[in-house]
């Protein structure tokens, strides 16, 4: 845990401490607040101890660069009820001198709504009061032209550039709105001169010992240093595979990939999915009688799809198409204004109702709640050889848009790592960025599946599943 997480305990205690109060206040009115304190002192002091200790465990209170409101709800939604049952049952263990089950009920309530408010709060006042770290950063013209462009246009960035450091060799052509320096430059004297807070290094990394022993000065000297993966993670979400082509930085990419209890998740599915299924189901017969009589054809349209592993399920889906609509040209992706898209396919797709039917996918098992979307093999495949490959050059025969990134001895596919975990009813990816229609747009989706794949957790499948509802309200599909 860092040491912000600590600073921010004590924080959470008074927090709970103002909840219990409230209650005893709103139960037994004012005047009886001082005997109240001394009579239940003991779990007065204790019951705010529990909620921070458990606050602490969750990891609730670390900041991070990238700061998602709804991680943060969920993370400390999930928390308070942990804290709750932990907190009840010392308080049963009080015997008949407990705290009655309507105060600590408003203080179960109440609690909720200050923790959850006041870090929302605390996030928006500390963005204001506190000024961003002032960034140096150092690595390659082009590579640092982007992660600099990408720190200056994000909004909840906490990291400021101030300064370049380019290694390229020969003069750098860079033109930014900061000072650029050459590689020549001590980095120690530049981030003193500078008054860095941190250092940013992007890949490709010069394997130089100057370079390293600055970088080593720089630390010993109070100046955090980071790389520039993880930076641009944290701040946008995705995976830079334009960055990871350094063998290292691939490897702390793809080390970074965690796994999830799968027993957990697919109780999670389970429930949810069941419960959605029965408060949807009238509207699945509606949509249902709305296809069958506005459009020749099935009701339903079953496409092969890859699972898990690659192992092949029939993903269900409303019809939203004209009956045969690849009969002629084969699977292709669809556009923004298909031909083949029925007036109401238009709607249910523009409102992501079409893919309600694939709460039985995820009640068979062939799906998750949370995940990256399932892809059809024969896009999957030719995906799989462009999006991206790491190996030693281009080929003749590689297809126009083909994502290869040289010097490597074999041929590395990054690809097929989507289907290490089981498909997805919504992803971090579908939250994020709309439907992709193009192999570059393919590209830049597939960074957040791999973003997703590296921090997957049944808190953050949660924060995916509510920021899912946000989606919803501003329909966005085609």
């Not at 120690?188 to 001169?193: G, I, K, Q, S």
């Not at 238009?346 to 309600?356: I, T, V």
């Not at 050059?393 to 089981?422: Q, S």
Request: glycine fraction near 6%.
């Amino acid at each position: 845990m860092s040491g912000s997480a600590l600073k921010l305990v004590p924080v959470s205690v008074v927090g709970a401490i103002i909840s219990l109060l409230l209650a005893i206040v709103i139960r037994y009115r004012i005047e009886h607040l001082p005997a109240n304190i001394l009579h239940f002192g003991t779990q007065i002091f204790v019951i705010p101890l529990i909620y921070a200790a458990t606050f602490y465990v969750f990891d609730a209170n670390t900041p991070r660069n990238r700061r998602d409101p709804a991680l943060l709800v969920v993370t400390y939604f999930c928390a308070n009820v942990v804290a709750c049952l932990l907190a009840l049952t010392f308080v049963y263990l009080q015997g008949l001198d407990r705290l009655g089950r309507g105060v600590f009920g408003l203080f179960a309530g109440l609690q909720a709504v200050i923790s959850i408010g006041s870090r929302l709060l605390l996030d928006r006042v500390a963005a204001r009061l506190f000024p961003p770290r002032r960034t140096l950063i150092v690595g390659p013209a082009a590579e640092t032209q982007k992660l600099f462009g990408l720190l200056r246009n994000a909004n909840d960035s906490r990291l400021k550039p101030v300064a370049v450091l380019d290694t390229s060799d020969g003069k750098s052509e860079m033109e930014l709105d900061c000072p650029v320096y050459v590689g020549s430059t001590a980095l120690r004297e530049l981030a003193r001169m500078e008054r860095a807070d941190c250092v940013v290094l992007v890949p490709p990394y010069k394997r130089e010992g100057d370079l390293f022993r600055e970088i080593a000065h720089c630390r010993l000297g109070g100046v955090e240093v980071f790389d520039a993966v993880e930076v641009y993670e944290a701040v946008s979400g995705r995976v830079p595979l334009d960055s990871v082509i350094d063998y290292w930085a691939l490897f702390l990419s793809l080390n970074k990939i965690r796994p999830v209890n799968v027993t957990l998740k697919r109780m999670m599915d389970l429930v949810f999915s069941s419960i959605l299924l029965v408060i949807a189901a009238p509207l699945i017969a509606i949509i249902g009688l709305l296809v069958k009589v506005l459009s020749p054809g099935p009701v339903f349209y079953r496409q092969e799809r890859l699972g898990r592993d690659g192992t092949r399920f029939p993903m269900i889906k409303f019809r939203t198409m004209i009956p045969d609509a690849e009969a002629l040209t084969g699977p292709v992706m669809a556009s923004a204004n298909d031909s083949r898209v029925t007036p109401l396919g238009r709607f249910l797709r523009k409102w992501r109702l079409d893919e309600l039917p694939q709460l039985v996918n995820v009640l068979r098992g062939e799906m998750s709640l949370v995940g990256p979307r399932p892809e059809r093999e024969a896009f999957a495949t030719d995906f799989g050889q462009r999006v991206p490959i790491f190996r030693p050059t281009l080929r003749r025969n590689d297809p126009e848009g083909t994502y290869v990134y040289a010097g490597w001895r074999e041929a590395i596919h990054l690809y097929p790592t989507r289907l290490f975990v089981k498909p997805g009813l919504t992803g971090w990816a579908q939250v994020n960025y709309p439907y992709a229609s193009s192999l570059a747009e393919t590209k830049e989706q597939f960074e957040y599946d791999l973003f997703y794949l590296q921090n997957q957790s049944l808190l953050f499948d949660m924060a995916i599943l509510l920021r899912t509802v946000g989606v919803l309200i501003r329909p966005t599909g085609h």
